[in-house]
């Protein structure tokens, strides 16, 4: 399997080559173009179970899979707002990624849909979390931003803006802290929540918020 | 005439110049940045009162286009689409034509003629318009689109493409519009359909679909307070 990123950073596209008999699964409605030796199945990853999970994360309840039956082939991925998509290989120790972020992953990447806690909730990145985890070297998953996506290294603790939050690697623990010093402050500032992240990893942001631009554009349109 | 388009693919613009007075572009409506002062423009219908109604109501372009005329050798126009995203230009030979989705032209030569074509009862499941713009003739045709332009060369295997996706494609194609995968996927898959090229020639598909980013929008309008 072979991804290339093309039209970077604000109309990225993840170009999948496959080879025969290998298989992508990816976010419904993700696919915008595809070889004719592909084969797409429909299916609940994880079950019914890990269907509800995912819808209540901001996900679709079903998955699809891409698989090379007829030779190689390849399949166009992208996801709906301007903004780059990355490719990462999965650590051993797994990532976390923020569910509406996901676009994509090799099939064997086991990516379970965890209860974010109540931080989660209130922090607007809704109450589900994306575990990804690989069986093995060499498995990636894909992942679009609203934006830019900017890696930042963390070594100590680092505070995200809850709406620029995509990804970090699991060895950081997370938790909601307001990013004023108080109730007022925080709400009068206009940056509300915050993660603060402690321990060693790495943070993907995206350089813009979604929920922000969709605020200041819906805001100016007509009643619904 | 020479042309180059800059700023590609977030915010493309291409700028026009005219190697010879006499030398024509035909534009878009609100499709023209900036030009220099010395061209001549001249606001018309093409193809008439029926043609151009034809065009607005079927095609989804202007009623109005306008065409700009050099007077002098050097002389520039610069043209962009109206969505953040992508453009291309083609230069036409006679041998093949260009279908465009509606909303995808920008300008041409006068030598490209434009007309709306009936793309059949596949073009409206497809959910883009029934109808496509059929550029032919000689000379550089100029489109745009939300998202980057992807042109994929498609040879004897064909090539799938989301409806919602098309830009558009060259004559030596055909289409049909499907479901992808059986009754199950068609509902639950959440691609919907699919348009399957045959052929040989050239498609271009946009990265990104103005109807995902308005469906993105949506939840966030205000609620009418009863």
């Known amino acids: ?43 609940m990853t ?35 707002l301007p903004g780059d998509i990355e490719v ?17 992953s090799h099939p064997a990447v086991n990516v379970a849909t965890e209860v974010g806690g109540f931080k989660n909730w209130f922090g607007g990145e809704g109450l589900f979390v994306l575990r990804a985890t690989a069986s093995g070297p060499g498995q990636s998953v894909v992942f679009g931003a609203f934006g830019g996506i900017q890696m930042l290294p963390c070594d100590g ?10 990804a970090w690697d699991t060895t950081l623990t997370h938790s909601l802290v307001k990013s004023g010093s108080g109730f ?26 979604p929920k922000e631009f969709g605020q200041s554009i819906a805001s100016r349109l007509p009643p619904v | 005439m020479q042309f180059e388009i800059r700023q590609k693919p977030d915010f493309a613009l291409a700028r026009i110049q005219f190697d010879a007075p006499g030398e024509q572009l035909l534009v878009e409506a609100s499709a023209m940045v900036a030009h220099d002062g010395g061209l001549a423009m001249e606001t018309q219908m093409q193809g008439g009162l029926l043609g151009a109604a034809k065009r607005k109501l079927l095609g989804g372009e202007s009623v109005f286009q306008n065409t700009f005329t050099a007077t002098a050798p050097g002389q520039s126009l610069w043209v962009a689409p109206g969505a953040d995203g992508d453009m291309e230009q083609v230069i036409l030979n006679g041998g093949y034509d260009v279908m465009l989705q509606s909303g995808a032209f920008i300008a041409s030569v006068p030598s490209v003629s434009l007309d709306t074509q009936w793309a059949g009862a596949k073009g409206f ?102």
Request: proline share 3%; glycine share 16%; with cysteine.
């Open chain 1, 1 to 43: 399997m072979n991804i290339n990123v093309l039209y970077r950073p604000g109309m990225a596209m993840a170009k999948v080559e496959l080879q025969h008999g290998e298989a992508i699964r990816a976010e419904a409605g993700a696919m915008i173009g595809m070889s004719t030796s592909l084969n797409m199945q429909t299916g």
């Open chain 1, 46 to 80: 994880g079950g019914l179970g890990g269907g509800l999970k995912r819808m209540f994360g901001g996900e679709s309840f079903f998955q699809n899979t891409y698989t090379a039956h007829n030779g190689p082939g390849e399949v166009l991925l992208a996801h709906s």
């Open chain 1, 88 to 104: 990462m290989e999965i650590p051993q120790s797994g990532l976390f990624i923020q569910s509406t972020s996901y676009i994509a």
């Open chain 1, 157 to 166: 603790s680092l505070l995200i803006d809850n709406g620029h939050l995509v």
């Open chain 1, 184 to 209: 007022i402050s925080s709400f009068l500032s206009g940056e509300g929540l915050a993660f603060r992240f402690q321990g060693r990893g790495r943070i993907w942001i995206q350089t813009r918020n």
């Open chain 2, 125 to 226: 499941f497809s959910g883009n318009g029934l109808f496509l713009l059929r550029a032919s003739g000689h000379g550089p045709l100029f489109f745009g689109t939300y998202g980057g332009i992807h042109a994929v060369d498609v040879g004897p295997n064909g090539y799938i493409c989301d409806t919602g996706h098309i830009i558009g494609f060259t004559s030596g194609l055909q289409y049909n519009v499907r479901k992808l995968g059986g009754l199950k996927n068609l509902f639950l898959s959440g691609e919907g359909l699919v348009a399957e090229f045959r052929g040989q020639g050239r498609l271009w598909i946009s990265t990104r679909n103005a109807t995902g980013l308005a469906a993105f929008l949506q939840p966030f309008r205000p609620r009418k307070s009863n």
